[in-house]
């Protein structure tokens, strides 16, 4: 006699639910039995992240997913359209293999120095972008940027990366020499640690540089291990202190906080 077919399908149901996301997509072809296991609302539910009903009502547009969407398609959802959150500021994702949660504060809320100056630069609407507004450098011999995220909303025992999103216009000048520095640290912690990164693409290291495939590059600024999500403030700043060049034609859309791989 097949065991599985003896089981209830609840049961076979909680199972799966203890395994991973990627092992209950395998597990949905072994028997229709199975299908039926593998892709109910108490597996998914149970993937998905705890507070996803808070994240979702904060969302500007997609408080009806919950209810429109079963668990399975609303996982996949969140992985492949961040929904934003924050009157529009921040995007809120899953990432798809472990349904840990993915951030990317937009460029409106980092504190850009001299952002509202529009001498050194200019917001702007671009198709590529998931915000309505992203940060253009005009022209300046120097600047900085610095992203807030309260490491409560983080998923827990996680250790996440922060990404630079950026791309240039027309022109690299200016950044082709130019090193930055880039932190990221627990407020009010004096963590002086910085790492030197480059813009330019072709002066990269691709443990560090990627081209993201939807029109933005990334590069990485500094890692970070959320515990328990008691820790504060965490802040990631990316500083330019060369005041002998200038720079102009980096676009910026956010910084981004997700789950590092290995």
Not at 112 to 134: A, H, L, M, Y
Not at 186 to 191: A, F, L, P, R, Y
Not at 198 to 222: A, C, K, V, Y
Request: charged residues 25%; hydrophobic residues 35%.
């Amino acid at each position: 006699m097949d065991i599985t077919n003896a089981l209830p399908v609840e049961c076979i149901s909680h199972i799966i639910s203890l395994t991973t996301p990627g092992d209950a997509c395998r597990l949905a072809v072994v028997s229709p039995v199975f299908k039926s296991a593998a892709d109910s609302d108490l597996v998914w539910e149970r993937f998905l992240p705890s507070d996803y009903k808070l994240i979702i009502s904060n969302s500007v547009s997609s408080s009806s997913l919950i209810t429109s969407l079963s668990k399975k398609d609303l996982y996949f959802h969140l992985c492949h359209h961040p929904i934003l959150i924050n009157n529009g500021t921040m995007s809120s994702a899953v990432e798809k293999q472990t349904g840990k949660k993915c951030y990317m504060v937009g460029a409106r809320d980092p504190c850009i120095e001299w952002g509202s100056t529009p001498n050194c630069w200019k917001w702007t609407s671009t198709p590529e972008s998931r915000f309505p507004e992203v940060a253009e450098l005009v022209y300046f011999c120097f600047f900085e940027v610095n992203a807030r995220i309260d490491t409560r909303i983080l998923s827990h025992r996680t250790n996440y990366a922060a990404y630079l999103v950026f791309k240039f216009g027309k022109s690299i000048d200016g950044f082709r020499s130019t090193q930055l520095a880039s932190r990221v640290y627990v407020e009010g912690i004096n963590d002086k640690k910085r790492q030197g990164l480059l813009l330019d693409p072709s002066r990269n290291t691709p443990q560090l540089f990627h081209d993201r495939r939807d029109g933005w590059m990334e590069i990485e600024m500094g890692e970070f291990f959320n515990k328990n999500g008691d820790n504060g403030m965490l802040l990631c700043s990316l500083l330019d202190f060369d005041i002998f060049g200038t720079r102009h034609d980096l676009v910026i859309e956010g910084i981004e906080l997700r789950p590092k791989k290995g």
